[in-house]
């Protein structure tokens, strides 16, 4: 108790210090449990299923199209007598089929809802743990519905849902909410609303998702090595191949395809993140350990007198234990407070959701409280431990620049974190805005995309009523169509999806060639015009000559370099399987032909300017009416198409109205470099005011033991330019180091992120600039106000004063 008083009282005596230190290491925690808490998040996705380490999803691969995989349930729809279930391995515990349904569309009373809906039978709930906060935990009948409780609170406040009417169309059925599924306690990778009761998956215009529960001990490799033969598909023409992929791994996996079906995360952005909150808690610890050693330089005499009567190691150790024991805990309160106070705030604008978890908290706690004490207290302890008594009396008056370069050491690598941390978010700025304004090679703004019709169909409805669904479709979509071109405000429209959602993988191979992977899609003469598809050479497509049945191409200038054709009037390319299929052609779809380059587009990106330039084929397809409309119209015309595109929407179809742009489309594709680019350009900031907070404290002690000398000068004619600049001199010196080191430092790590990139932004001298302009501007302008005035203060006051 008497060394707690005793570190109390130093603490209170060198209050300016303490302050200063507590503020800067505040900001530092507050940081790192703000990004710590992230991490945990992201690394902790899906971890609220007890059972995760034997839940896996099934991956389907083509004999066809070897090395792409894609998420794909498991099952037998044409009852293949080759098919060998995967889901009946003895290994295998249990396995649910489920379909994940996008956009559809949900009426309660006269309000209509879009919705994620997943259509599941019920293993679904006896493999993910998805407790029921109200009504049923699960659902066995297909009158039933389950919903989440975002979707319960949005839909019906604070009132009770179970029991409550849904009317669902695309069943033309009316369900009712059975129960209300708790949100989890941890990130999902799996998203929707509803679960809808799966009567029969071939009901179903999906293909269905698997999820298995493996038996205790089960191992999935040797699982996959069992069934990692292709089975041949007599039906298809071709072999399919099942594998298991661990459940725990999907939210992070980039190489198989989904198609929307999970929630990925980036797993090199959650090791930036890690590296930007190792780097600020680097800095937050410097900055105390620079201004704790200040404070330790003016306590020379008291612990040399201290040691001279008899204090042992011990004592000493543990007073300088709590004397940084203190500051951190009540940093640690202040950084939690603080954290979560800016919860929202960070959630809003820096992207960042934090899951609570108070065992996590605990432990980054104790943790915290547990190392940093003690690493702050080994450098203090050493020195008085072994250091003699008459050393450290001699220290009080021995003065000088060598005197503080322990502290212009810290103060140099605080400034070369601080430094390099800062260019690198000046080039994460440059980059991102480099991306968002790249030219992609078509048209990327002022076109609008409203969806209409609901794409997804059951054919489980009596004949009659399925037919007269279709009918009515097909009327809707003719009115539409009729409205649509008689509008004056739209410049081209079509039905389909933008270019950034509306490519996929597919294997071609030129005469002789091996099978090549270029991105495939469909489209009629309208939709180049619609994007403004450059060509080049050839033709485009003609609604009057083309048809569905052509075997003709256009490719872009990468597919011709990509196969290696030099003349494209000569070039055919074979497709791996038939591009489309028709019942009505029986006979034809038994041959798959090559198909015929007929026309040559300017390189066009579709994808996120990380991946390299696609090759890109165009086969001929009219589009398909269920599909939302897209259309271009002149700037000045936004406000007016999305009121018109809205009343449209009201008198033809009812409910909720929703658009998108093209522009927030293509947006979309770098949320995460955004995210990371604000995030480092916020934390950067801290870094700086931390920095900042460094050079205060350094200069309070250095401007106040030199404030004799200083007189002395000024007596024998020194002017204020001349102190100022003295007193500058040095500090502008371990900037200028400090901007040395970091450079090369900082090229070497934007060098290392542009490796992941195939498109990238020039590393400009500026960067640095900036860097060493705006670190140099805050440290000076900390600076000069104590300088200033410790070159105003009259000699006479300072030597009565010393």
């Not at 004490?373 to 008056?397: C, D, I, K, M």
């Not at 389909?496 to 959602?501: D, H």
């Amino acid at each position: 108790m008497k060394l707690f008083k005793l570190a109390l009282r130093t603490l209170l005596h060198y209050r300016m210090y303490t302050f200063i230190n507590l503020l800067g290491l505040a900001m530092s925690l507050t940081c790192v449990i703000i990004i710590a808490r992230y991490v945990y998040s992201e690394l902790k996705v899906d971890g609220f299923n007890s059972r995760l380490d034997r839940i896996c999803v099934s991956t389907q691969e083509m004999s066809i199209n070897p090395g792409t995989v894609r998420y794909s349930g498991i099952f037998n729809p044409n009852n293949e007598k080759t098919f060998v279930d995967l889901s009946k391995h003895p290994g295998v515990e249990k396995h649910a089929l489920f379909i994940p349904l996008d956009k559809e569309q949900i009426m309660v009373g006269e309000e209509t809802y879009n919705t994620k809906l997943l259509v599941v039978d019920s293993v679904f709930l006896q493999i993910l743990d998805y407790p029921a906060t109200a009504g049923a935990d699960n659902i066995y009948r297909p009158e039933e519905v389950l919903i989440t409780e975002t979707f319960a609170a949005k839909v019906f406040g604070r009132e009770d849902p179970v029991g409550r009417a849904l009317f669902y169309p695309t069943l033309n059925r009316t369900l009712t909410v059975a129960g209300v599924l708790r949100t989890p306690a941890h990130k999902s990778s799996l998203s929707f609303d509803l679960l809808v009761y799966m009567q029969n998956v071939n009901d179903w215009s999906r293909v269905p998702q698997s999820f298995l529960l493996l038996h205790p001990g089960s191992d999935r490799h040797d699982i996959n090595r069992q069934y990692g033969d292709f089975m041949e598909m007599a039906a298809w023409g071709y072999g399919i191949r099942y594998q298991l992929f661990p459940c725990r791994e999907v939210y992070f996996d980039r190489q198989i395809s989904d198609y929307g079906l999970f929630v990925h995360g980036n797993l090199t952005y959650v090791f930036i993140l890690m590296s930007i909150g190792v780097l600020l808690l680097l800095i937050g610890v410097v900055n105390y350990i620079n201004i704790h050693s200040v404070v330790m330089m003016r306590r020379n005499r008291e612990l040399g007198v201290k040691k001279v009567f008899g204090a042992g190691g011990f004592t000493i150790f543990m007073q300088l234990l709590l004397e940084n024991l203190l500051p951190v805990v009540l940093a640690l309160a202040v950084a939690f407070l603080l954290a979560e106070t800016l919860q929202p705030f960070v959630e809003k604008s820096l992207g960042i959701r934090q899951y609570p978890s108070l065992r996590f908290d605990l432990w980054l706690a104790l943790a915290l409280t547990v190392v940093l004490p003690g690493a702050l207290n080994v450098a203090p302890f050493l020195r008085y431990r072994y250091f003699s008594p008459v050393r450290s009396l001699r220290a009080v008056t021995v003065g000088g620049s060598k005197s503080l370069l322990p502290q212009q050491f810290f103060l140099c690598f605080q400034s070369f974190l601080t430094m390099g941390l800062l260019s690198v978010s000046l080039f994460f700025v440059k980059q991102l805005d480099f991306m968002l304004h790249a030219d992609l090679g078509f048209r990327t703004r002022d076109i609008i995309q409203v969806p209409f019709l609901n794409r997804n169909v059951n054919f489980s409805l009596p004949e009659n009523e399925w037919k007269a669904q279709r009918e009515k479709r097909k009327t809707i979509t003719d009115e539409l169509k009729q409205k649509l071109d008689a509008s004056t405000l739209l410049e081209y429209w079509s039905f389909g999806e933008f270019p950034t959602g509306n490519l996929h993988e597919f294997e071609f191979k030129s005469s002789g060639g091996e099978p090549q992977k270029v991105l495939l899609t469909g489209a009629d003469e309208t939709w180049f015009k619609l994007y403004d598809i450059r060509l080049l050479d050839g033709r485009l497509w003609d609604n009057t000559v083309d048809n569905d049945f052509s075997y003709d191409l256009i490719v872009n200038e990468a597919a011709l370099r990509q196969f290696d054709i030099a003349d494209y009037r000569e070039g055919e390319l074979q497709p791996s399987r038939r591009i489309w299929w028709s019942s009505d052609r029986g006979e034809e779809m038994k041959t798959n032909p090559p198909y015929r380059i007929v026309g040559v587009v300017k390189d066009f990106h579709t994808k996120h300017l990380s991946s390299r330039q696609a090759p890109v084929a165009i086969y001929f397809s009219e589009p398909w009416r269920d599909y939302p409309v897209v259309a271009s119209f002149a700037p000045e015309h936004r406000r007016e198409v999305i009121e018109w595109m809205r009343g449209l929407h009201d008198e033809m179809i009812g409910g909720e109205f929703a658009y998108t742009f093209i522009e927030d489309e293509i947006a979309a594709l770098y949320l995460e470099d955004k995210k990371v680019s604000v995030i480092c350009t916020v934390f950067t900031g801290i870094a700086i005011l931390i920095g900042a907070l460094g050079v205060l404290g350094v200069s309070l002690f250095d401007i106040r033991r030199r404030r004799k000398e200083i007189a002395i000068r000024k007596v024998n004619g020194a002017t204020i330019t001349d102190i100022i600049r003295l007193l500058l001199k040095k500090y502008l010196a371990v900037q200028a180091i400090a901007f040395v080191l970091a450079t090369p430092v900082a090229l070497f790590v934007i060098h290392r992120y542009l490796d992941n990139f195939a498109f990238r932004a020039p590393v400009s001298w500026w960067i640095f600039a900036v860097a060493l302009t705006v670190t140099v501007a805050i440290s000076l302008l900390t600076l000069l106000f104590q300088a200033g005035r410790a070159s105003r203060e009259n000699p006479a006051d300072v030597v009565k004063t010393e």
